[in-house]
């Protein structure tokens, strides 16, 4: 058992990539796991390889009465619930037109993220201890990707929310950030340099090597690096940050 022994957590987006490596590093560590997302089997997957006691909720996070439903089973299976990690998330251009995926895209990364912020609230433990909302940003919250409209400034608002929230639960000694990634080795990703090349008419692996071109460490994150983060946030090392953005980006960007 770790840090994290004994705490109720919701996961979003937990049947993949950082999502899922989140879920193992906080049961590993202890933590009771709520599995949330929209393919219960890979929330069932990611529930038989975990350590620690989980329940797989499907939820599609923008719809906010699948949102209320999976978190009040959390809460009837757990008890009042200790953190959020807010990673559900919807990747991708948008282009204008009929097509545009805007709504879609700031759907699922803006909205989605307040109602599971809202819907935790009515479960929030009780202190002194702290409790956690951490929101999965993206480096795209730094700087702006043509033909990104929508990640970028849905990811971009996550920031803002965590700074508001954070003063808003000050006082109730509840602690508020948002971590953006850089490239992240995950399925989403592979979506991406898979549509580089496309794209450009190059090969995959041309497409991601010249992607991690601007990655000074030359490589992109495992999921279970950002896993480790998350856990130290929600952990006694974390104790003293709210209403901060941490930019684990391989010097992608320095701010």
């Given at each position: 058992?770790?840090?994290?022994?004994?705490?109720?957590?919701?996961?979003?987006?937990?049947?993949?990539?950082?999502?899922?490596?989140?879920?193992?590093?906080?049961?590993?560590?202890?933590?009771?796991?709520?599995?949330?997302?929209?393919?219960?089997?890979?929330?069932?997957?990611?529930?038989?390889?975990?350590?620690?006691?989980?329940?797989?909720?499907?939820?599609?996070?923008?719809?906010?009465?699948?949102?209320?439903?999976?978190?009040?089973?959390?809460?009837?299976?757990?008890?009042?619930?200790?953190?959020?990690?807010?990673?559900?998330?919807?990747?991708?251009?948008?282009?204008?037109?009929?097509?545009?995926?805007?709504?879609?895209?700031?759907?699922?990364?803006?909205?989605?993220?307040?109602?599971?912020?809202?819907?935790?609230?009515?479960?929030?433990?009780?202190?002194?201890?702290?409790?956690?909302?951490?929101?999965?940003?993206?480096?795209?919250?730094?700087?702006?990707?043509?033909?990104?409209?929508?990640?970028?400034?849905?990811?971009?608002?996550?920031?803002?929310?965590?700074?508001?929230?954070?003063?808003?639960?000050?006082?109730?000694?509840?602690?508020?950030?948002?971590i953006c990634p850089g490239w992240v080795e995950t399925e989403?990703?592979?979506?991406?340099?898979?549509?580089?090349?496309?794209?450009?008419?190059?090969?995959f692996d041309e497409a991601k090597a010249g992607a991690l071109?601007?990655?000074?460490?030359?490589?992109?994150?495992?999921?279970?690096?950002?896993?480790?983060?998350?856990?130290?946030?929600?952990?006694?090392?974390?104790?003293?940050?709210?209403?901060?953005?941490?930019?684990?980006?391989?010097?992608a960007w320095m701010g």
């Amino acid at each position: 058992m770790g840090d994290h022994a004994g705490r109720a957590v919701v996961v979003t987006g937990a049947g993949t990539g950082i999502g899922r490596a989140v879920a193992l590093r906080l049961a590993r560590e202890g933590a009771r796991v709520a599995l949330l997302g929209r393919t219960r089997a890979s929330l069932e997957k990611t529930a038989a390889d975990a350590a620690g006691e989980t329940l797989v909720a499907t939820c599609d996070v923008a719809d906010g009465a699948s949102v209320a439903a999976a978190f009040d089973a959390a809460a009837e299976r757990f008890g009042p619930l200790h953190a959020l990690v807010a990673n559900a998330g919807a990747g991708g251009p948008n282009e204008p037109g009929p097509d545009d995926r805007w709504d879609e895209i700031v759907r699922t990364n803006l909205d989605g993220s307040y109602a599971c912020t809202r819907a935790l609230e009515r479960h929030l433990a009780p202190g002194p201890e702290p409790r956690h909302v951490v929101y999965m940003s993206s480096c795209l919250a730094r700087f702006g990707v043509p033909g990104f409209t929508a990640y970028c400034a849905s990811k971009t608002a996550l920031l803002g929310l965590a700074r508001a929230l954070a003063l808003e639960w000050a006082e109730r000694g509840v602690l508020v950030n948002a971590i953006c990634p850089g490239w992240v080795e995950t399925e989403m990703a592979k979506a991406s340099w898979q549509n580089i090349a496309e794209g450009t008419g190059t090969s995959f692996d041309e497409a991601k090597a010249g992607a991690l071109a601007d990655v000074p460490l030359g490589r992109a994150a495992d999921p279970e690096e950002i896993a480790a983060l998350v856990s130290f946030l929600l952990g006694p090392g974390g104790r003293f940050f709210t209403g901060q953005a941490l930019d684990p980006n391989g010097g992608a960007w320095m701010g």
